[in-house]
């Protein structure tokens, strides 16, 4: 019976290999978990990103944060553009910090132009126009480069019209004393020497020659710019000067010598002059008298 007892009496033990709790030094008998890397946790992104700049060691954390703060180092000392609304004083700070060449101007006195090189030796360069330019430029917040460029585009655009306008005068002057010759006869001719001497004397009485020179139709050297001025003051001192003569009286500048005198004479000397000098007159002015002026032309066989 004692057997039985105990027999019965004794512990059951747990099965092999079902432990109920793990041995003391942790080992169970399986593998350890693999070891993992440091960036195991990024994104997909930031993981490319790292394989591309070769951080994939533990030691490359450090290479992480050095990139970053040097990142930060440079970022603040760049130059940021102001906002378009921003405050004057950011945008003083921000030009502040750019090379002088850059700056915009900030007053017209520091404004210098140089005159480009190759200006026609006439040319009648402004030195108001560009005083004046020099506040603009301040106000548009130009660099002295770009105030200088604007300055000789200008400058030389100007030069260019002067030169199209100094063609086109030669030009008018040509073409009046073309038309004057065709209607007044060759210049050293008597004819025109009075015709032009008349035109004269009535522009001087009618004090215009200096307005006539100010609109340029008058140049300073006296020549014309248009042929209808010089005939319609030719007939305007023809009217004016009727009885006066020209050189002593060498020849009519408007009176009419077939016209006899109270005395009933003609004065012949005067009419010998017109009719070798301008012919053509000459016959207006003897039918105008009611003379025949074939009777005092030199091919008359009488």
Do not use: C
Request: proline share 8%; glycine share 8%.
């Amino acid at each position: 019976m004692t057997d039985l007892a105990d027999v019965g009496s004794v512990v059951a033990l747990p099965p092999a290999g079902n432990l109920a709790r793990p041995p003391a030094n942790g080992d169970n008998g399986s593998a350890p978990p693999a070891g993992k890397s440091w960036f195991d946790g990024l994104s997909e992104g930031n993981r490319k990103l790292a394989e591309t700049k070769g951080w994939t060691k533990p030691e490359s954390l450090d290479r992480v944060f050095t990139s970053y703060a040097e990142l930060e180092r440079q970022q603040g000392e760049s130059l940021r553009i102001p906002a378009a609304d921003a405050p004057g004083e950011d945008w003083d700070r921000f030009h502040a910090r750019l090379p002088l060449a850059m700056r915009p101007l900030t007053s017209p006195d520091k404004v210098e132009y140089r005159r480009p090189d190759g200006l026609p030796e006439n040319f009648a360069y402004s030195d108001e126009l560009a005083n004046a330019s020099k506040a603009w430029a301040v106000e548009a917040g130009a660099t002295p480069k770009v105030a200088q460029a604007y300055h000789d585009r200008f400058v030389g655009y100007m030069a260019e019209q002067a030169k199209v306008q100094q063609i086109a005068l030669v030009r008018s002057v040509d073409a009046t004393h073309d038309d004057l010759v065709r209607d007044w006869g060759p210049t050293d001719s008597d004819g025109f020497r009075q015709r032009l001497e008349v035109a004269n004397r009535a522009m001087k009485k009618l004090g215009l020659v200096d307005a006539y020179k100010a609109k340029g139709i008058l140049l300073p050297d006296g020549a014309l710019t248009d042929p209808q001025i010089a005939k319609a003051f030719h007939a305007v001192g023809e009217a004016m000067f009727r009885e006066d003569t020209i050189d002593g009286g060498a020849a009519l500048s408007g009176g009419n010598p077939f016209k006899r005198n109270a005395a009933g004479e003609r004065n012949l000397t005067d009419i010998s002059a017109l009719v070798k000098s301008d012919p053509a007159r000459a016959r207006r002015l003897a039918r105008e008298a009611g003379e025949n002026p074939d009777l005092w032309m030199p091919n008359n066989p009488l």
